[in-house]
């Protein structure tokens, strides 16, 4: 349902803002990749988003802290959606491309549906399957040519899809669970530093001062992903899902074509037949999992 008035222009612009930044991080993790750990990547995106959205939340929005089991359910949602979806994530794209990155994360939808069928006991429908199947098509046609020369491994690309999982079933539960009014901003900044916190003896265990160079390069990833990507980008879909979330999920389907553009232009990543092929058969399946069978038409909801 329709709650805001937004002209088409300011529509069109926070869209296409989003479906630039959302796959952005794929291609500025690589960037980080090249100086740093990708745990110690991590655990400073996430101590510098939950910094700027704790403050934005209690020291200038005034919202209320949590209570009760509510620091529960923000605890298992960090370490769903920080702890092991981004600490994978950020791991894997060690020997995933930057592009193929983007490309396994437009697939989050699609992923969640599946899983629905599993954690909330939805029916399975024959549109969830085949959209499942077809993106992971496209996700191993897009990488197929990356295996020869190493750029992408198969062991990067299974802990990749790994991440996506976890992904679909932290934002499962996340919407399975009562917030009482609790702010977005909330959840998001104390879900991000915990997270963060039950990443950290990892961070300790496996740092190595050899392999990190905190220059330009580390900082600008570092700040990217995590206030374009993390803040503004989230922000942004939130946006787009209150104006119009029927509409909104449109944007999606842009995704996977500027991740690879993206890509293309700062890691100098190869677009070729298979990475066309591998990009089509990902919106194919993402616009496949809109079909509504009992509807006979297709709903982006």
């Known amino acids: 349902m329709q709650t805001v008035k937004a002209t088409g222009i300011k529509w069109l612009a926070g869209g296409l803002l989003f479906a630039i930044l959302w796959p952005s991080a794929s291609t500025a993790t690589k960037a980080g990749l090249t100086v740093a750990q990708p745990l110690v990547i991590a655990m400073v995106r996430f101590a510098l988003a939950a910094t700027i959205l ?22 298992m949602y960090g370490l769903l959606n920080i702890t092991i979806y981004l600490g994978c994530y950020v791991v894997a794209m060690q020997t995933v491309t930057a592009g193929i990155g983007s490309l396994a994360v437009a697939t989050n939808p699609v992923f969640i549906s599946f899983l629905s069928v599993f954690l909330l006991k939805e029916k399975m ?8 199947l077809i993106c992971t098509l496209g996700v191993v046609c897009a990488a197929w040519p990356l ?20 992904y ?34 990892a961070v300790v265990v496996f740092y190595n001062q050899e392999r990190n160079d905190f220059n330009a390069t580390f900082w600008l990833s570092v700040i990217w992903l995590a206030v374009p990507v993390s803040i503004i980008a989230v922000q942004i879909w939130l946006w787009l899902l209150r104006i119009n979330p029927v509409r909104a999920g449109l944007w999606l389907f842009l995704c996977p074509l500027f991740g690879f553009v993206i890509a293309a232009w700062w890691m100098n990543d190869e677009i070729d037949g298979y990475t066309i092929i591998g990009v089509a058969l990902v919106i194919a399946g993402l616009l496949v999992s809109k079909i509504n069978v009992t509807r006979n038409e297709v709903v982006f909801d």
């Not at 198969?154 to 999982?165: A, D, E, H, Q, V």
């Open 125 to 132: 429908k024959w549109p969830v399957l085949l959209s499942l």
């Open 168 to 201: 679909s079933a932290a934002a499962i539960y996340f919407s399975s669970k009562k917030w009482n009014n609790l702010s977005l901003i909330t959840i998001n900044g104390w879900q991000t530093l915990l997270g963060g916190l039950f990443l950290f003896p």
């Open 54 to 75: 704790l403050f934005l939340a209690h020291g200038i929005k005034g919202y209320r802290l949590p209570t009760g089991n509510e620091w529960k359910h923000i605890a």
């Open 147 to 166: 295996f020869s020369n190493a750029t992408v491994t198969t062991g990067g690309l299974l802990l990749l899809l790994f991440s996506m999982l976890c």
